[in-house]
């Protein structure tokens, strides 16, 4: 019934940016807490960056200062603006959100597909 589906990955050089998109879709009734994560070959999948329902963030120390991270509630779209790339940045960035299901009011985490980010001169 739901699904995200992330878009905005490329490959881009050192120093470059990229807006990564993340829209949901289906039978929603709100949707609380949207973030990204990235997993990079032979990594532990990491939080990059988190928003919640009344826009309050939190950064991985990593990447606070480059990214910033954003949505839009009447698009069901969350957005991470990404600055400065450097090469260790080189994943695949996946999507998360905490989604209030419309008929049900269950709440359920869902994952999208993930787009692949390279970073490379």
């Known amino acids: 019934q739901v699904q995200l589906v992330e878009s905005g990955g490329n490959l881009v050089q050192p120093g470059g940016s990229l807006r990564l998109s993340c829209v949901a879709s289906g039978s929603i009734l709100s949707i609380d807490t949207m973030a990204w994560y990235r997993q990079a070959p032979g990594k532990q999948r990491e939080l990059v960056a988190g928003?919640?329902?009344?826009?309050?963030?939190k950064y991985a120390d990593f990447v606070k200062g480059r990214f910033t991270i954003s949505r839009d509630n009447a698009k069901n779209t969350v957005y991470l603006q990404m600055n400065s790339l450097k090469p260790e940045d080189t994943a695949v960035y996946y999507c998360k959100a905490q989604i209030i299901l419309r008929l049900t009011w269950d709440a359920r985490e869902y994952w999208g597909q993930g787009t692949q980010v390279t970073v490379s001169s």
């Open positions: 928003i919640t329902s009344d826009d309050n963030t």
